[in-house]
Nanobody, 124 residues
């Protein structure tokens, strides 16, 4: 069973940076796509970024383009989300998610594995 554990969240001032990590365990052979999603209070969960496990393809939400970078380290079985130029509207619980296959996807229902989430709070 694939398990995902996020870390790296916290409180940061607007304009600051954070790096989220997603440790992946129980992954079997085959292709995977990993994604980051977020959910702010009172709002629906939204897609942030996705990457193929090989790192060959990435996909970003418009809100993340130019500020966030998703990457993977196969040796460490870890996926990262480097966030820069953070804004108060980036405040949310950030979730790591995984799905089988090679195609990056932005819909939450396409992911079958989910972490417990890590809180990111950006103060103005």
């Amino acid at each position: 069973q694939v398990q995902l554990v996020e870390s790296g969240g916290g409180l940061v001032q607007a304009g600051g940076s954070l790096r989220l990590s997603c440790a992946v365990s129980g992954r079997t052979s085959g292709s995977y796509v990993m994604g980051w999603f977020r959910q702010a209070p009172g709002k629906e969960r939204e897609f942030v970024a996705a990457i193929t496990w090989s790192g060959s393809s990435t996909y970003y939400a418009d809100s993340a383009k130019g500020r966030f970078t998703i990457s993977s380290d196969n040796a460490k079985n870890t996926v990262y989300l480097q966030m820069a130029s953070l804004k108060p509207e980036d405040t949310a619980v950030y979730y790591c998610a995984g799905r089988h296959g090679r195609n990056v996807a932005r819909a939450g229902y396409e992911y079958v594995y989910w972490g417990q989430g890590t809180q990111v709070t950006v103060s103005s």
